[in-house]
């Protein structure tokens, strides 16, 4: 330990002593000292961590020629908390997974958003297929991970600090031949497979110079990811070869590497990856030599090292950088070693597509800090009501539904007197069960027309509670028996009608039906070729519909049913008999399974409803299949 060095500690030693001694209550103001001895902090795998990055240096760069940055900037007011990886190498899981949580604070839609390392470590390896003999990755294969099958929140599958031993698994022994799921904690639970999935933008290479990360941070106001090789005296790390400095562990600093640094890192080659945060023009480091000590110019002067960007680290908050100015876990790293040493990638602000507010789970469906009732959304929900008293054409006797019976299942009805026709109407529904994608409900009139409401929709999801509209239903008699039939097709789960209510919108004269309307009439074909969408092909295939009558199109309805494990690899596009053509699904949907869908289009309005009518569906990136079961075609014509 050189002189300065052990005088400083020993002045931190007695004054820490004097304070202890003290009379109670006066502060203790002696700055916080942390031992790198004591810290964890794990690396990566250096050739996983830059595997397939460009070279930084000729990548263009983000910011314009005349462009002025302030001296000083920084985005910690949108980040997450500071976490931990534990014992695990797996800090650009951890780095990518902070520019994530980053990207959703700036969004704004979400409180607090905290996503599973622990799954998109999985993704990473299982998914995207990156790295799967070892535990590292980074930025580009986690981002890809993310962008197309999307990660779940914390709680769906949380991280564990430890990697597997064989005590999880006896083929976990550290060998080079253990099986992925050594590196990845084993397989996400179910629960945590079908949990809600949040996804990002794609990512992109930054450069790494100066000016076009803080270009990235100041313009966009976003957060840069940088894996770099790792050198241990520069980062003060408990494993290095040449002396550290307590210090500048304690206040997160991080000095471009001496020659000797650079050459003793590297017969241990290592990595590290982080998130960029912020920047200091004016901040002015001492430089250390291979002995740890300052080193000095021809006069005496310490030579120093200007300009640091500011990084939020994963390394917990009790050791590194807890004297940060932006909190434990904060450090900053000079910006002569990101621009020799490290490779950057960022993204856009999500776009989220959020699912509807259900009105009765107790869960923030759509994130808007309002649950069920709360929420404006469910302000009409029969949830949100009371049960419709008797006599307000209602019927609120508990009816049982049978277990896997699609032949009887369970009828509760309701007599109208009003002698009308339906113009339309509502029907409000409470039907307790435990899985309601097994149910298929019904409304029949008087005469017997029968429409389904709900028909095997939901998945696990639990109970139905809401309105459907009965539009289906217009035109047939209002007077006599009302029916609600609900019919379980599957075993194990189980449930019941607990009541349901009428809101019938009538007229004393009798409307026309939909097809006997003079002014138009639909036309309809059916093809159900089950074709093999080919991969990676802009082509795709083509499927037609031949219409044989004439008449001038109103307007189309175009039902598809597409098995596909990436939807938004998936075009879809329809050309009418005169060749025009018109998208209807432009890969939107993401990592989404199967797309299953109705389009409406009007934008053929005049044309001729007569001759052949092709549908061409296209594969357009890698890895994820499908097969175009059937399509339906309808056309309305004037």
């Known amino acids: 330990m050189n002189k300065n060095r052990f005088m400083l500690l020993v002045v931190a030693l007695l004054m820490g002593a004097l304070v202890a001694c003290g009379d109670e209550g006066v502060a203790d103001n002696t700055p916080q000292v942390a031992n790198p001895e004591d810290s964890e902090a794990p690396l990566s795998d250096l050739d996983s961590l830059i595997d397939g990055a460009p070279d930084s240096s000729?990548?263009?760069?983000e910011a314009k020629a005349d462009q002025i940055f302030p001296g000083k900037f920084d985005l910690v007011e949108l980040q997450s908390p500071v976490k931990s990886q534990g014992s695990r190498g797996v800090c650009s899981i951890f780095s990518t997974a902070a520019l994530m949580e980053h990207l959703y604070i700036k969004e704004g839609t979400l409180a607090n958003p905290d996503f599973s390392e622990q799954y998109l470590q999985w993704s990473a390896k299982?998914?995207?297929?990156?790295?799967?003999?070892?535990s590292g990755s980074n930025a580009n294969s986690n981002l890809r991970a993310i962008n197309r099958f999307g990660i779940v929140d914390e709680q769906a599958w949380p991280y564990e600090s430890q990697p597997w031993k064989s005590g999880d698994d006896e083929r976990c022994n550290g060998e080079d031949d253990q099986p992925t799921v050594c590196y990845t904690n084993g397989e996400p639970p179910e629960s945590a497979k079908e949990s809600k999935r949040w996804f990002l933008p794609r990512g992109r290479f930054v450069s790494s110079r100066v000016r076009s990360i803080k270009a990235v941070m100041h313009s966009k106001r976003t957060a840069v990811v940088s894996g770099m090789t790792f050198f241990y005296q520069s980062w003060n790390h408990r494993r290095s070869?040449?002396?550290v400095n307590s210090e500048y562990w304690s206040e997160g600093y991080v000095l471009p590497p001496n020659d000797k640094d650079r050459e003793v890192s590297l017969e241990k080659r290592a990595g590290h990856s982080i998130l960029l945060v912020g920047w200091d023009d004016n901040l002015e480091v001492a430089l250390v030599d291979e002995n740890g000590d300052t080193i000095k110019d021809e006069n005496g002067e310490e030579v120093t090292t200007k300009g640091f960007f500011m990084f939020k680290n994963s390394w917990g908050t009790s050791g590194f950088g807890i004297r940060h100015e932006a909190g434990a876990g904060y450090g900053w790293i000079s910006y002569e070693y990101i621009e020799e040493f490290a490779n950057s990638m960022t993204a856009d602000i999500p776009s989220l597509d959020l699912d509807p507010e259900v009105c009765d789970?107790?869960?923030?469906?759509?994130?808007?800090?309002?649950?069920?009732?709360?929420?404006?959304?469910?302000?009409?929900?029969?949830a949100c009501q009371p049960v419709p008293a008797e006599g307000d054409l209602s019927n609120n006797t508990l009816v049982e539904i049978p277990d896997n019976d699609i032949v009887v299942g369970a009828s509760s009805t309701i007599e109208v007197e009003e002698d009308a026709f339906l113009l339309g109407g509502e029907v409000d529904v409470v039907i307790s069960h435990t899985f309601i994608g097994d149910l298929a409900v019904s409304v029949i009139a008087p005469d017997g027309t029968e429409t389904f409401i709900h028909k095997n929709e939901g998945n696990a999801q639990d109970d139905i509670k809401r309105s459907f509209d009965l539009s289906e239903l217009a035109g047939v008699a209002t007077k006599g028996t009302w029916t609600l039939r609900v019919i379980d097709s599957a075993a194990q789960d189980?449930?019941?009608i607990e009541g349901w209510a009428l809101k019938l919108d009538t007229t004393d004269e009798q409307p026309n039906n939909p097809g006997d309307d003079e002014d138009t009439d639909n036309l309809e074909g059916v093809s159900e070729p089950g074709a093999e969408i080919p991969d990676d092909n802009s082509t795709g295939i083509t499927d037609s519909i031949s219409i044989g009558a004439t008449g001038t199109v109103d307007s189309i309805n175009v039902s598809?049913?597409?098995?596909?494990?990436?939807?938004?690899?998936?075009?879809?596009?329809?050309t009418s008999p005169s060749g025009k053509t018109i998208i209807l699904h432009d890969q939107e949907g993401g990592g989404e399974d199967n797309l299953v869908k109705d389009f409406t289009v009007e934008d053929f309005a005049g044309e001729q409803a007569q001759g052949d009518w092709i549908l061409q569906v296209s594969d357009n990136a890698r890895e994820d299949v499908g097969v175009l079961n059937a399509w339906i075609l309808e056309v309305t014509v004037q």
């Open 58 to 61: 000729k990548l263009p760069s």
């Open 494 to 496: 189980t449930g019941a």
């Open 560 to 574: 598809v049913d597409i098995a596909h494990t990436f939807i938004g690899d998936l075009s879809v596009a329809l």
């Open 126 to 134: 299982f998914e995207v297929g990156s790295f799967p003999n070892t």
């Open 361 to 382: 789970d107790g869960i923030d469906n759509n994130f808007d800090r309002q649950a069920d009732c709360e929420d404006p959304q469910c302000a009409d929900s029969p």
């Open 241 to 243: 070869k040449l002396p």
